[in-house]
């Protein structure tokens, strides 16, 4: 299977704990997108790596999460003292950098978080 | 704000008809859209994109239309399936920005019933 992995796919924690989720990318795409769903509304952008860089960072990313992309390849997005508005379904995303295709991401299968 | 709406949450049609589902824009900025579908407990599929200097993109049973003067789009689906029940999502892209995030509506729930 060469698609957008991520890890694990489910998660219940305390609030308070912190968490860390992995996104394995479609090898050859250099850019990485981290995505927020919560019930009823579509993907909200977080955070965006073309390689090892982080260029963008939303404003829905409080201090709490950071994201890093070590080697330009998985990326991990922690979250730490977490709360109950955190719950929601985090999505991985990955695209090419150049090309007629390059704005066409590719989605995993999402890590769905529960804060109790 | 949410700069790209889909202003039907859910659509019922049955097999072998026409789904249409629409979306509006509101930033001017955005030249690059995309449809995608979800399946539950599954992560968005890619299904169909068209850029701002074309009015149509084709692809089987798949067309999606842009009107730039109006701010709006639609995919239509022919002839619809029951597999073609999921959970459609509209996005954008501004191409002027190089920073490639997309904006998505908040998803029309399309059911193709027997």
């Known amino acids: 299977d060469t698609g957008v992995s991520q890890n694990p796919r489910h998660k219940i924690t305390k609030r308070g704990q912190n968490v860390t989720f992995r996104c394995d990318p479609i090898?050859?795409?250099?850019?990485l997108y981290w995505y927020r769903q919560t019930l009823g509304q579509g993907p909200e952008f977080l955070t965006y790596?073309?390689?090892?860089?982080?260029?963008?960072k939303s404003r829905l990313l409080s201090d709490r999460f950071s994201a890093e992309r070590p080697k330009g390849s998985f990326s991990t997005l922690e979250i730490q003292r977490t709360e109950q508005g955190d719950s929601a379904m985090y999505l991985c995303?990955?695209?090419?950098?150049?090309?007629?295709?390059?704005?066409?991401?590719?989605f995993g299968p999402g890590t769905r978080l529960t804060v109790t | 704000d949410q700069q790209v709406k889909q202003n039907s949450p859910s659509l019922s049609v049955q097999e072998g008809r026409i789904s249409i589902l629409n979306c509006d824009y509101t930033?001017?900025?955005?030249?690059?859209f995309l449809w995608y579908k979800k399946y539950p407990a599954e992560g968005p599929t890619f299904l169909i994109s068209?850029?701002?200097?074309?009015d149509k993109n084709e692809d089987g049973r798949f067309t999606v239309f842009l009107n730039k003067s109006a701010k709006h789009l639609s995919l239509h689906i022919v002839p619809s399936q029951p597999g073609d029940s999921a959970v459609y999502f509209c996005?954008?892209?501004?191409?002027?920005?190089?920073?490639?995030?997309?904006?998505f509506g908040r998803g029309t729930q399309l059911t193709v019933w027997p």
């Open positions: 995303a990955s695209s090419k950098t150049s090309g007629r295709n390059s704005y066409e991401q590719y």
């Open positions: 090898s050859e795409h250099n850019r």
């Open positions: 790596f073309q390689n090892e860089a982080q260029l963008e």
């Open positions: 930033n001017s900025m955005f030249d690059y």
């Open positions: 068209i850029s701002s200097i074309k």
């Open positions: 996005a954008a892209a501004d191409r002027g920005s190089t920073l490639g995030r997309l904006y």
